[in-house]
């Protein structure tokens, strides 16, 4: 099996062959694990910020969060804080997300054989899982960087973390895969910072940006390892994007 890292979103196919594991580590796909941890029923993508607000007004038990530009967009309940919904209780609730870059990313690869959304906070979990499907459909395996800039920009702290999962699929996979050119070039990011997450997010142009709009809360919450179990599994029904705990 194969396993790469795609830098950039905006590069790969319509249709991708391989599964997908999508990474915006600062701070979409670690949002969709702590509110599925947090028991949210589901996590529903959406393309804009009207859209989501459109979607809350019409669906009960939901909510609008995310943001643009960092910041909560007018009108949502909450911004794009895994800090901050780690300390919520989101039981049987359909959190509609928008972000810039991640919630993009995600429905870009939607029509992948199957699509994952990982962080560093469920490293283990959810590069099993992704490996187990690659294995059960007979496909490789891609990490997707988010990226910024709309998935056009290379994201220094997207590539860290996608180096920190290949460096986990090494561990568990029960065979080896062959790593393509971006995921040995992912490894080595990952461990010429010395596996220290924060000191890439210190370093990354959007981590300092986050930092100056005063998320240094969020900064270490996306800098722990392995906190949840969660595997977050997108999900296509007519014309909703939801992900669910697999």
């Known amino acids: 099996m194969k396993l790469d890292v795609a830098p ?15 990474v915006d580590v600062l701070r979409a796909t670690t949002t969709i694990a702590t509110l599925l941890a947090r028991g949210a029923r589901d996590v529903e993508l959406v393309g804009s910020v009207e859209e989501a607000i459109a979607r809350r007004d019409a669906l009960p038990d939901t909510f609008a969060c995310g943001e ?16 901050e919904f780690a300390a919520l209780t989101c039981t049987g609730r359909t959190a509609i997300l928008y972000t810039s870059n991640g919630t993009r990313a995600l429905r870009r690869v939607a029509s992948a054989p199957a699509v994952f959304a990982g962080a560093l906070v469920n490293r283990r979990a959810v590069v099993r899982a ?6 059960r ?7 997707v960087c988010s990226g910024t800039a709309l998935g056009t920009a290379f994201a220094l702290e997207d590539f ?4 920190a999962l290949v460096e986990e699929a090494l561990r568990f996979s029960g065979e080896a895969p062959e790593l393509g050119d971006g995921a040995i070039a992912a490894l080595r990011v990952y461990e010429s910072f010395a596996r220290d997450a924060r ?6 142009e959007h981590g300092r940006t986050l930092a100056a709009l005063g998320f ?3 900064l270490d919450f996306c800098a722990r390892v392995d906190t949840f179990a969660v595997v977050p599994l997108a999900v296509v029904e007519g014309d909703r994007i939801v992900l669910r705990a697999a």
């Open 8 to 22: 950039l979103t905006a590069a790969l196919p319509e249709r991708p062959a391989d599964v997908c594991l999508v």
């Open 68 to 83: 643009v530009g960092g910041l909560p967009p007018p009108g949502f309940e909450y911004g794009n804080s895994p800090a």
């Open 130 to 135: 992704a490996l187990e499907a690659a294995h």
């Open 137 to 143: 459909l007979a496909t490789g395996l891609t990490i």
């Open 160 to 163: 860290f973390c996608a180096g």
């Open 199 to 204: 000191a890439a997010f210190a370093a990354a």
């Open 216 to 218: 240094t809360d969020d």
